[in-house]
């Protein structure tokens, strides 16, 4: 964690944490994509050179353009990354924990499906949508699954709270009632190493309620 990280943990709200930083589900079990296999990736390191290619993400419904090597993954240009106009890319909700698509920190939706973004390469993000923990609330609206991972205490120290959340979003989106054996089948690409898996659960059934 960065120490602008810690220092914004120590003052904001749990309401702003949640609507930035973090909370969320998965609608069907996060399926990581897949770093080899893009023809677009390989071409761009053929004879072994690494090469760049400058490149358009849709984020969030906001257009950026970024110049990327063939090597880089979608969560480095959402917590790294910088636009062509040298404006940082800064969506850190998404969060770098394994980096080997094991704990569901760094969820996000690509096309509305759950992606573990530190095993997408972003040059296969190009023309798709991807929506992050940021994207979720409508404003100063949080989204509902966030509502309720209030209303539930759904986090302690919540560093999986953003894959949680948008996981459970999009679990919602697919099942608007889902059983508790659905959310955790839905849920079961993410982990808490806090525990908090009965107060989520709680959650995703309260919002599922709302939705
Ligand atoms: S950081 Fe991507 S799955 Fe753990
Ligand atoms: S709240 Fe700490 S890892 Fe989930």
New binding site residues.
């Given amino acids: 964690m960065s120490d602008k990280e810690k220092k914004q943990g120590t003052n904001i709200s749990r309401r702003n944490f949640l609507k930035g930083v973090g909370t969320g589900t998965v609608a069907a079990t ?1 399926v ?1 994509s897949v770093l080899i296999g893009s023809e677009q990736a390989a071409e761009a390191q053929e004879g072994g050179a690494i090469s760049s290619a400058t490149i358009q993400l849709n984020i969030n419904e906001k257009s950026y353009e970024v110049e990327v090597e063939a090597r880089t993954t979608l ?1 480095t240009v959402l917590r790294d990354g910088m636009d062509t106009s040298g404006n940082n890319v800064d969506l850190t909700g ?14 996000v939706m690509v096309d509305g499906q759950t992606v ?4 997408m390469l972003a040059m296969d993000a190009q023309g798709k949508k991807i929506t992050t923990i940021e994207g979720l609330a409508n404003g100063d609206d949080l989204h509902p699954v966030q509502d309720a991972f209030i209303q539930h205490d759904a986090l302690m120290c919540g560093f999986c709270t953003p ?1 949680f959340v948008v996981s459970s979003a999009a679990l919602l989106n697919e099942n608007k009632t889902p059983s508790l054996d659905e959310i955790k089948d839905g849920l079961s ?1 993410n ?1 808490c190493r806090c525990g908090t898996y009965p107060f989520i659960f709680d959650a995703v059934k309260t919002a599922s309620r709302k939705m």
Avoid: S
């Fill in positions: 996060v990581p969560l998404a969060k770098l924990i394994c980096d080997r698509g094991e704990c569901g920190g760094c969820t573990y973004a530190c095993m894959g690409g982990t």
